[in-house]
């Protein structure tokens, strides 16, 4: 009886998996996607949203996309990743050589844990690259399954009428999809300001944009000048919380809950990690029953900080630091590996980066979060 | 047709029998029966596209690869049509690079592209400011070239900055992973740190501002330095700035000296600054309304050094009034806008939500 039972759910869940891949735009996160040429016109952020859908910040055309990958199927793990010269494999499969492309970004696809990255042509043409059992295989940009949002300047209030106001250029510097929404961090060329939105997803016909100001140690006061170089969101004490990082490398804490169309939001500087280092991607991770953060950097290794630690500090750094390139604040651990230029979770037990190593090889490794 | 399209065209035609040279040298290494015929790269808007070829041979038995590559195939789509074979690569292929066709791993075929525009090295043609003498607090440099150029790896590290007074390298900019370029891609923003501009910020505490009042800056520019089709600059470009006291003063409208131009004509209406302004800002912040506050469509033309702009009309100026509205977010070289200092504290407020000023300018035309 009970074999019997288990049968009949497996069909049934069979069925289901099956009616879900053949009815997919009918989900609702995909109702509004249409298939076309998106016109990305650049690929420099990717993140992974539910169903495998994948949002690609495209900072060309200032516009968020979000795409369809159809990849669907389930894996609990990623499986081992080790590809030296991997800019050589990428260039090769391009039909051109190493120092003619650059990789833009990563991202895992948190259903089947593919690992997807976006790639630069020397003339800019964007390229996104899905790795699965170990070969590269070509995401087309130019016919999907996508909706988008355009990263417009709000018009300004009691400027002249219907002026048009040359296009800004967009630098989106991270991008996020978390609890329903694609969080955003970006700077624009002409006013110096860092940017911060948060825009519902599926994207609605009206911008609902919110906005944070950055909070600097050494300044003790609001500063909306500094770019936020990389995010994460982590959860302490039940609580979302956006940490931020800067060049110079402070470590910026804001709650996500304050994150509200037109306000302004408070942060509490954490750490100071150190001058002349920018922080590059950062993730968290658990281990034994307790939480990591890790953050990888252009001229300091991968830091490792407890998320124990971030909840115990209650501080905020407010004293400059008088000696170049000295640390404040929270507890972190430089773990070693120099040089990581892209960092992501593969599955639970394991991590996935792209590392320069001592010899200039450029590497593709994953890794368990044991020894991370 | 003129000249330019015929030339255009012959590229065109030229191309393909070029590669089909390349070809039929290769061929007598292969087999016959495997052979492939009409060997013939397509472009389109000056990129080669796709490949195609005949074969009496299993169509998915080819596979394309970069020469000098030994285990990487190049992605793509292989198509047929009876006899015809199309490839289309994931992306063009590359100019410069040239590529084999491949089956049983033996190569039967083989191609060059060369560069598609035929335009030739790129050049600098400015760095903005124009003036060599700047403030130490100078926020940002433009440099407008004449071609897109390469968009892979970090402009910075193709300019050399050097503080002729020490004799030493520095480096003074903001290191951006995404680079600010016009769409494009011929004009680069580059800022100096503002981190070490700002005032009481880690950076300016730590290490100060990225240039010093009474030292000369080189600005060099790498001959390595590549167009988007990998053409090299080749030749060295170079600025030398003098660096002056900061400017600490928002540029002032009520400074400026408007010389109106005669009614009945198409003469410049004349707008002089004190201080050089932004050159980038400068064409974008201004608009004119007559006496009934209709727009007149205005044309450009900076001045010598960036301290004065001259409105051009499309037709006679007529008789009456004007106003000149001017946008707040005109800046000068130290980022200090109409409405507020650079290095100063805002009071909340998304800077992009920010009500827009704008200031005003009233003049009659006789």
């Excluded at chain 1, 300004?156 to 969080?183: C, T, Y």
Aim: charged share 20%; proline share 6%.
């Amino acid at each position: 009886m009970m074999k019997k039972l288990l049968f009949g759910l497996a069909i049934s869940s069979l069925l289901l998996l099956s009616l879900s891949a053949t009815t997919s735009n009918t989900s609702p996160l995909k109702k509004d996607f249409i298939t076309s040429d998106p016109g990305i016109a650049s690929v420099d952020q990717l993140a992974f949203g539910p169903e495998g859908i994948l949002f690609i910040g495209d900072s060309e055309t200032a516009t968020v996309f979000a795409i369809d990958t159809k990849d669907l199927e389930s894996n609990a793990a990623g499986g081992e990743i080790s590809i030296e010269g991997f800019d050589g494999k990428i260039a090769a499969s391009l039909g051109t050589t190493a120092d003619q492309i650059a990789i833009t970004d990563m991202a895992v696809n948190p259903v089947s844990k593919a690992v997807y990255f976006s790639v630069k042509m020397m003339d800019g043409t964007p390229v996104l690259l899905k790795l699965k059992d170990g070969a590269l295989e070509n995401v087309s940009l130019k016919d999907l399954s996508y909706s988008k949002i355009e990263l417009a300047d709000p018009v300004a209030v009691g400027a002249v009428d219907h002026r048009e106001r040359p296009l800004r250029i967009w630098a989106i510097s991270d991008m996020q999809f978390h609890n329903g929404k694609v969080l955003v961090s970006g700077l624009s060329n002409k006013e110096f300001g860092s940017t911060f939105r948060s825009i519902p997803f599926p994207f609605a016909d009206t911008q609902d944009y919110a906005s944070l100001e950055i909070w600097h140690a050494a300044h003790g006061e609001y500063e909306t000048h500094a770019p936020i170089k990389t995010f994460d969101v982590i959860q302490l004490d039940s609580k979302d919380y956006i940490m931020a990082s800067y060049t110079c490398t402070p470590l910026v804490l804001f709650p996500l809950d304050e994150l509200k169309d037109g306000t302004h939001t408070k942060g509490r500087t954490v750490a100071e990690l150190g001058a002349g280092n920018s922080p590059i991607d950062m993730i968290s991770y658990e281990k034994e029953g307790k939480k990591y953060f890790l953050m990888s950097n252009s001229n300091r290794p991968v830091m490792r900080i407890k998320y124990e630690n971030i909840a115990g500090f209650q501080e905020s750094l407010t004293t400059p630091v008088t000696e170049f390139a000295t640390t404040e604040g929270v507890a972190y651990d430089n773990l070693p590996f120099p040089y990581v230029l892209q960092l992501d979770n593969l599955d639970p037990e394991n991590v996935v980066y792209v590392q320069r190593t001592a010899e200039g090889d450029l590497v593709l490794k994953s890794r368990t979060v044991k020894w991370m | 047709m003129d000249v330019k399209t015929l030339h255009q065209l012959t590229l065109k035609k030229i191309k393909p029998s070029l590669v089909f040279f390349c070809f039929l040298a290769f061929l007598p290494a292969c087999r016959q029966e495997h052979g492939i015929r009409n060997l013939v790269v397509h472009y389109h808007n000056g990129r080669a596209e796709t490949l195609s070829f005949e074969s009496d041979a299993d169509p998915a038995g080819f596979r394309l690869i970069r020469s000098g590559e030994m285990e990487t195939y190049l992605l793509g789509e292989m198509v047929s049509s009876g006899k015809a074979i199309e490839f289309i690569p994931a992306i063009p292929f590359q100019p410069g690079q040239s590529y084999e066709v491949h089956r049983d791993g033996q190569k039967i075929g083989g191609f060059i592209i060369s560069d598609p525009t035929g335009k030739g090295s790129p050049e600098v043609l400015q760095f903005y400011p124009t003036t060599d003498s700047v403030p130490e607090n100078l926020l940002k440099l433009y440099i407008q070239f004449s071609m897109p150029m390469q968009e892979v790896g970090h402009a910075v590290d193709f300019i050399q900055v050097r503080d002729k007074s020490e004799g030493q390298p520095v480096d003074i900019f903001l290191h951006l992973e995404s680079e600010l370029w016009n769409k494009e891609h011929n004009l680069l923003t580059l800022w100096l740190d503002p981190g070490r501009i700002k005032t009481g910020l880690i950076p300016n505490k730590a290490m100060g501002l990225p240039i010093k009042a009474g030292h000369s800056y080189s600005v060099r520019i790498s001959p390595e330095w590549k167009s988007a089709t990998g053409q090299p600059i080749g030749e060295g470009y170079q600025k030398t700035y003098y660096v002056g006291a900061g400017d600490r003063a928002r540029p002032n409208p009520a400074d400026w000296k408007l010389q109106p131009p005669k009614g009945n004509s198409k003469d410049p209406l004349k707008l002089s600054f004190p201080e050089p302004l932004d050159a980038i800002l400068l064409p974008e912040s201004f608009h004119l309304q007559d006496g009934e506050g209709r727009n007149i469509q205005i044309t450009f033309q900076l001045g010598p050094h960036e301290t004065s702009i001259e409105l051009l009309p499309l037709n006679n100026w007529k008789k009456g009034s004007y106003t000149l509205l001017i946008d707040s977010i005109l800046e000068d070289l130290a980022g200090n806008n109409i409405s507020r200092l650079f290095d100063e504290e805002l009071q909340g407020g998304n800077p992009d939500s920010r009500v827009s000023e704008v200031e005003q300018l009233d003049f009659t035309i006789e």
